[in-house]
């Protein structure tokens, strides 16, 4: 089974950068596509990133040109680049696995067959 674990969130003004980490283990993930999910308060929870086995990657278009996702298969962490951040952006961010699944629906269903607990991310001046 694997376990995630999300970090790297905090408070930031407008225009800041952050960079979040989720730390993997359990057993291979090669065959696991991963992605970045985030909730905001009363929001339904919305997929804003996810990266493929092969590096194929999906942003939605809120954070499209301003956030960007990698991997390290090596060392089983996957990271959320965030530049530019803005007040809306402010949520709990969460990543997540899906065994083979197709980044745009992993992305657009938020489908995960494992969770992490999120890590709070606040945008205010």
């Known amino acids: 089974q694997l376990q995630l674990v999300e970090s790297g969130g905090g408070l930031v003004q407008p225009g800041e950068s952050l960079r979040l980490s989720c730390a993997m283990s359990?057993?291979?993930?090669?065959?696991?596509?991963i992605g970045w999910f985030r909730q905001a308060p009363g929001k339904d929870r919305e997929g804003i990133s996810c990266?493929?086995?092969?590096?194929?990657?999906f942003y939605a278009p809120s954070v499209g040109g301003r956030f960007s996702i990698s991997r390290e298969n090596a060392k089983n962490v996957v990271y959320l680049q965030m530049n530019s951040l803005k007040s809306e952006d402010t949520a709990v961010y969460y990543c997540?696995?899906?065994?083979?699944?197709?980044?745009?629906?992993?992305?657009?269903?938020?489908?995960?067959?494992?969770w992490g607990q999120g890590t709070q991310v606040t945008v205010s001046s």
């Open positions: 997540a696995a899906a065994f083979s699944r197709v980044v745009q629906d992993m992305c657009g269903q938020a489908l995960g067959d494992y």
């Open positions: 990266i493929g086995r092969h590096g194929e990657v």
């Open positions: 359990g057993p291979s993930l090669d065959y696991y596509t």
